[in-house]
């Protein structure tokens, strides 16, 4: 008599930063209303710049990162074709408690929240001389309101709620990318390790493209579950947010949208700002 051994689930663990946008795209996968078998997903969240930081050494299967730290780790991670955060002609701000003309901007020390952030590789394309100094994201903003900091160059959340504060946009560079280049600033995406193999690189990312489709479909179920990491903002507004970054973009980025990926990094390599010449490649899902 035979006896049937079953084989242990495979281990795929995915990053992704505590915002809602992220918690949104991730909801079916992390509550398991999306199964894969023989995979079992393991959830890690962390602020986007140390997820470049552990990208640089592999952590994690599934990693979002910044696109500016893609060219860093493209020997070991390929791009997933779903799951990116994409600005349509809006995207990281410089704000400051008072108006500032941009030549002055140019002369002043900016707080950044890392040198892997795609805000941050914006912010040296548009003034290539600019002074920076880091902050966590989410110190940028009360550091400038107490005057440690001329100006500051926020993500995330703060995109709508800088004026709550007291604050003023001088600059948006998801507006200035699209001014100078037609294309919609991507600022981050999900990578996933090469190694894992080509069969299982495409079920995950299938897998990540059915969770968004969920989310979408499911949106006040999502919504409920994303307020959690929504960092004080009341519903409409994380509605808002979560509606700017995972929308049918998210999906899938479509022709414009990696040609935007390609046309930012390359920018970025002829600037010098970037070391490695970009080789961007995308897993092809299901």
Not at 54 to 62: P, R, S
Request: proline fraction near 5%.
């Amino acid at each position: 008599m035979s006896t049937l051994v079953s084989t242990p689930a495979r281990q795929i663990s995915i990053a992704h930063s505590p915002d809602s946008d992220d918690a949104f795209m991730f909801y079916a996968l992390a509550t398991n209303k999306l199964r894969v078998p023989g995979l079992l997903f393991t959830h890690q969240l962390s602020d986007i710049e140390t997820l470049n930081r552990q990208a640089l050494e592999g952590v994690f299967d599934v990693t979002a990162i910044s696109f500016h730290a893609y060219p860093y780790i493209q020997q070991k991670y390929a791009l997933l074709p779903s799951g990116g955060s994409v600005g349509e002609g809006y995207g990281p701000m410089v704000v400051a408690r008072r108006a500032i003309e941009l030549h002055e901007l140019k002369q002043a020390v900016i707080a950044i929240p890392g040198t892997l952030t795609t805000a941050y590789l914006a912010l040296k394309l548009w003034a290539p001389s600019v002074r920076t100094e880091v902050v966590p994201f989410d110190q940028i903003m009360p550091s400038v309101i107490a005057c440690k900091y001329e100006a500051g160059l926020i993500i995330h959340e703060g995109q709508l709620t800088y004026a709550q504060e007291g604050l003023q946009c001088l600059l948006d560079l998801g507006r200035w990318f699209r001014d100078v280049s037609g294309l919609p600033l991507p600022l981050g995406g999900n990578a996933i390790r090469r190694d894992l193999g080509a069969e299982t690189m495409r079920t995950v990312g299938t897998a990540l493209k059915q969770s968004i489709q969920y989310a979408l479909d499911n949106r006040d179920d999502a919504l409920a579950y994303a307020m959690q990491f929504a960092r004080d903002l009341d519903r409409p507004l994380a509605s808002q947010f979560v509606g700017m970054y995972v929308n049918q973009r998210t999906l899938d980025y479509g022709d414009d949208g990696r040609e935007a990926i390609r046309r930012l990094l390359d920018m970025g390599y002829k600037a010098g700002i970037i070391p490695h010449a970009p080789q961007v490649e995308f897993v092809e899902t299901d």
